[in-house]
């Protein structure tokens, strides 16, 4: 590497320090609403710290639902791996697991099913992070979870990376491994390839060679030192290639190809959920950042329930009044996330068994614009989803689907759907 | 020296006790030298912005930072392209018979830098700024077709790399006799299709809204970029069109030299 | 510098033609620029080819496998140096057309793995590291010299090219598929390098590589598609002489602006070199 490149990439790297330090959110916002509403639902979301060093670790774990309503324009959840939403490598994965069983290879999932996660990263770049749990589905893209801010501190040079494989090779740092014999290789044929370069470029090249061929003196143009030079040189190519390959089968007797299959997982045991949630009207009160949906509601299960949260696009509409909805929500939860409004209920009496009721939802928060769910409006398939959480009195939890067309409104309807708060 | 130029009616020669170089590399080497300071700056603009005020396109920081990149470019692209190829053409040579083999070998030298400054701007299009392309979305969610890596590879680079191939096409067009007499395809072809990357992205934006979620770099939705690089193999054909008009325009030097 | 050049004061012989001094200096400028050109244009366009064509399997060090990245990467590399060869070949009797292609590729996909991999998207070496190609490039320069002849070179060029590939490659790689074990898996280094660091746009799944899915012949995959690579770069390499010989076409067509950019009709004299 010549110095000024040196200096340059230390200036290049520098920079990546200053830039690292205030890393913005990841694209989420801008995901058409069909996305973030009617694929992957999470929750129960966790992030072990917000502060760490580099080398050290943070473990997310949660769950997500593969939502009822898939939407028809999306494939199906056949080939999906858990990733995670992260600005690229400024951590590094070490556990992904689904279900406890390994997600480093992608896997098949289920619609309408629910997996566990935990993967665990351990920071690398120093900065402000954005980091969310993220399931990627083949053909529909990264389907993102709710995002953290992690603070990594340190230094980045400081980052390492080491593990023994299993016939014994101690890696001080995968970070490196390797590269020296890699750059030592190129070298080598880069050389090679600038020696046969300057024997031939030395002499007049284009013009005079290019009139001796039309004037019938092409003899001329290759000297017998030049089919030497020729000869030597496929016999040097043909030598170092062997010489290489010999090299490495002796020094790495034992390899393995890429490991290529498919994984297995199979989803979270099933619960039927006792509550049937079928949406009669939903509106969006566009102006107003305000949805609303009308359900009838059925408790088909043995207990008195009532409703604690709405969750949609990693958004938490929790009902402030239920204790044991707000105890779901951590301290250390992303505040932007809990919209501070809630969910507000036309009806907060406990539904009994067996009986049905026509409740009015209600989900205003200034946070429909910042997260763009506004842009519903511009989806070619204007359906709201998310998960209803129900709480039963002994603090059992169900949860239910909502899904269901949804309808704007571009002038302040409230007062004529009969709404009182 | 005795070359005359006629241009819009006024009559200029050249100092005839200072022969003027034959090949005059001062403009290309400024010019390359600018070009060098443009890239480094849009890279630095990138490491800077990139992470972060680029990753949310819903973010203000974006709309400035970002946005207002690509406006600033696009006006660039307007002024560059207009003023280039409008001085060249109201400047070009209509008194083609006149001229003389001297003058006309050294317009053959700043046609070769004409395409070497533009060859020099192709390269950080086609093989700098793209694998760049390659390493920014496969590693972020792309959330808009104004990514921080196509507002400089597609409205920054692009362009630049037009002006000096339509500005090259037009200097020989314009001030050397046989290619003002004909249209060479080989030069057409070596400039039309790296053009014609650009409405390209109209294509590839249009794949990647309907139904390219992930990055795969290989992807049969980049190949019009690839098919279209491949006319820069027709530099080849040119690079014989010209070898065997300087080797021409060289013996008619030597026969000026010998009367 | 031999007996193909004779100089007097006033002359050089160049190739059996004598050329005046000062012609012969244009010439050598001539070569200078065209060489710089042709380097960079070759670089820019042979890379944009290579990476919108074979470009992750060799981004990634989870991707070189001993199918997909064995037989393809060679077949897409033929087309540049094939093309250009015609051109240099033919026209110069140069034999550096493959050797330039592969030099050039390096250098442009060294420089943005450093500054884009590497420095904006904070990959290590370890996973990005590109494979190298310039024993191919060589062999077909030294076999086109010696033979002389497209087909030749073709045959035993492209052959060469495809087999030469994965045994210059495997010193780079092996350290790469030594195994390990991660969560109670099976998986060689190269696979746990590509999972720690998260490619957040393009997910295990999208990994084009030998799933396992065809006899493998006893564990031979890379042999078995170096060898298909090898039998198809000979097709291709004939395909793209021939391209590159109808981009070397000198053709050209009447200027319809010739009035309108108010020139003279020069009479019958349009026909062109």
């Known amino acids: 590497m010549r110095p000024s490149r040196r200096v340059s990439g230390l200036l290049l790297g520098l920079l990546a320090l200053i830039a690292a330090s205030e890393v913005a959110a990841h694209g989420e916002r801008n995901q058409e609403p069909f996305l973030r509403m009617r694929t992957a639902h999470f929750y129960d979301v966790t992030w072990s710290t917000d502060k760490v060093k580099v080398n050290e670790d943070v473990v997310i774990e949660g769950k997500f639902r593969l939502f009822e309503d898939w939407p028809a324009n999306l494939p199906e959840p056949d080939v999906a791996f858990l990733g995670n939403g992260t600005p690229g490598p400024v951590f590094v994965r070490t556990e992904s697991w689904l279900n406890g069983q390994p997600a480093i290879q992608s896997v ?158 199979k989803p979270l045991p099933r619960t039927e959920a006792p509550v049937d949630v079928t949406v009669e009207r939903a509106t969006y009160d566009v102006p107003g950042r305000s949805m609303q949906i009308r359900a009838s509601v059925t408790n088909h299960g043995g207990r008195p329930i009532q409703f604690g949260e709405f969750a949609t696009s990693g958004l938490r509409f929790v009902n402030r009044e239920l204790p044991a909805a707000m105890a779901t929500v951590s301290a250390t939860y992303p505040k932007e996330l809990v919209p501070p409004a809630g969910l507000k209920l036309s009806d907060s009496a406990p539904l009994a068994p067996g009986e049905t009721r026509s409740i009015l939802f209600d989900m205003t928060d200034a946070a429909w614009e910042t997260e763009r769910l506004t842009s519903l409006l511009n989806d070619p398939d204007n359906r709201v989803g998310g998960l209803l959480f129900c709480f039963d009195d002994q603090g059992g939890r169900i949860i239910a689907n909502v899904s269901g067309p949804i309808v704007p409104i571009f002038k302040d309807l409230v007062a004529h759907q009969g709404m009182t708060h | 020296m005795s070359s005359v130029i006629q241009s819009s009616g006024e009559v200029r020669s050249a100092s005839a ?243 | 510098m031999s007996a193909q050049l004779q100089e007097n004061r006033d002359s050089v012989v160049l190739y059996g033609r004598r050329w005046s001094r000062e012609n012969a200096g244009l010439s050598r400028t001539f070569d200078i620029l065209v060489v710089i050109i042709m380097f960079i244009a070759i670089t820019a366009a042979f890379h944009l080819h290579f990476q919108l064509t074979v470009g992750d399997w060799d981004f990634w060090v989870d991707w070189k496998d001993r199918q997909y990245w064995v037989t393809a990467t060679p077949i897409l590399l033929m087309a540049f140096p094939a093309a250009l060869q015609y051109v240099f070949w033919e026209k110069f009797r140069l034999p550096i057309a493959a050797t330039v292609c592969m030099l050039g590729l390096t250098l442009g996909i060294w420089i943005t793995r450093y500054s884009g991999f590497h420095t904006w998207s904070y990959f290590p070496f370890s996973m990005v590291w590109p494979a190298t190609m310039i024993a191919g490039g060589l062999i077909l320069d030294a076999v086109l010299l010696l033979s002389g002849s497209a087909l030749i070179t073709a045959i035993i060029g492209g052959m060469s090219f495809g087999l030469l590939f994965y045994p210059a490659n495997w010193p780079l790689l092996a350290p790469f598929r030594l195994p390990m074990e991660a969560m109670n898996s099976l998986v060689s280094v190269g696979d746990y390098i590509g999972y720690a660091y998260t490619r957040t746009s393009t997910p295990e799944y999208l990994r084009f590589i030998e799933r396992g899915t065809l006899r493998t012949f006893g564990g031979h995959s890379a042999v078995v598609s170096a060898f298909f690579s090898g039998f198809v770069c000979i097709l291709v390499y004939l395909l793209w002489w021939y391209i590159g010989m109808a981009f070397a076409r000198v053709a050209t067509l009447p200027n319809r602006m010739k009035s309108f950019m108010g020139l003279h009709d020069r009479g019958a004299e349009g026909k062109d070199a």
């Not at chain 1, 300057?198 to 007049?204: F, G």
């Not at chain 2, 700056?41 to 005020?53: K, L, M, T, V």
């Not at chain 2, 050294?106 to 004409?114: G, P």
């Not at chain 2, 096409?169 to 046989?178: E, G, I, N, Q, S």
Request: hydrophobic content about 50%.
């Open chain 1, 108 to 265: 098949p999932l289920k619609i309408d099913r629910d997996y566990a996660f935990k993967t665990v990263l351990k920071g690398r770049i120093p900065g402000d992070h954005h980091v969310h749990p993220m399931v990627n589905v083949e053909g529909a893209g990264p389907l993102m979870g709710p995002g953290s801010w992690v603070q990594v501190a340190g230094r980045a040079s400081d980052f390492v990376l080491p593990l023994t494989t299993l016939d014994g090779t101690k890696i001080d740092n995968l970070e490196t491994w390797g590269v020296s014999s890699v750059v030592g290789w190129h070298s080598v044929w880069i050389v090679i390839a600038i020696l046969w370069l300057v024997w031939w470029t030395r002499r007049p090249l284009l013009i005079p060679r290019l009139v001796a061929i039309d004037e019938g003196r092409e003899k001329l143009l290759i000297s017998r030192a030049d089919l030497a030079a020729g000869a030597v040189l496929i016999v040097l190519t043909v030598s170092v290639v062997v010489i290489g390959f010999v090299w490495a089968e002796n020094t790495f007797p034992r390899t393995i190809p890429l490991q290529g299959g498919r994984a297995v997982v």
């Open chain 2, 17 to 259: 006790s200072r022969p003027r170089a034959m090949v005059n590399l001062k403009p290309a080497i400024f010019a390359m030298l600018g070009i060098v300071v443009i890239m480094a700056g849009y890279r630095i603009y990138q490491q800077i912005f990139a992470w972060s005020a680029g990753l949310d396109s819903t973010d203000p920081a974006f709309e400035t930072y970002w946005m207002g990149l690509l406006k600033g470019e696009l006006v660039l692209l307007v002024l560059s392209w207009a003023g280039l190829w409008s001085w060249l053409w109201i400047t070009r040579d209509r008194n083609l018979q006149a001229l003389k083999p001297r003058e006309e070998m050294r317009r053959y030298f700043n046609l070769v830098l004409y395409i070497m400054v533009y060859a020099f701007c192709v390269y950080f299009t086609g093989s700098f700024f793209a694998e760049m392309d390659a390493s920014w979305h496969q590693t972020v969610v792309r959330d808009t077709a104004f990514t921080p890596s196509h507002v400089i590879l597609f409205y920054g680079t692009i362009p630049l790399y037009i002006l000096f191939g339509v500005g090259g096409f037009l200097y020989a067009m314009t001030r050397l006799p046989r290619f003002a007499e004909r249209i060479s395809i080989p030069h057409a072809l070596a400039v039309a299709g790296p053009f014609l990357i650009l409405p390209n992205l109209g294509y590839n934006e249009w794949g990647h809204a309907f139904w390219m979620m992930e990055e795969f770099f290989s992807a049969p939705l980049h190949w019009g970029f690839v098919v279209l690089g491949w006319s820069v193999l027709a530099l080849g054909g040119l690079l014989l069109q010209i070898a065997r008009h300087v080797f021409e325009t060289m013996g008619r030097l030597e026969q000026e030299a010998s009367a």
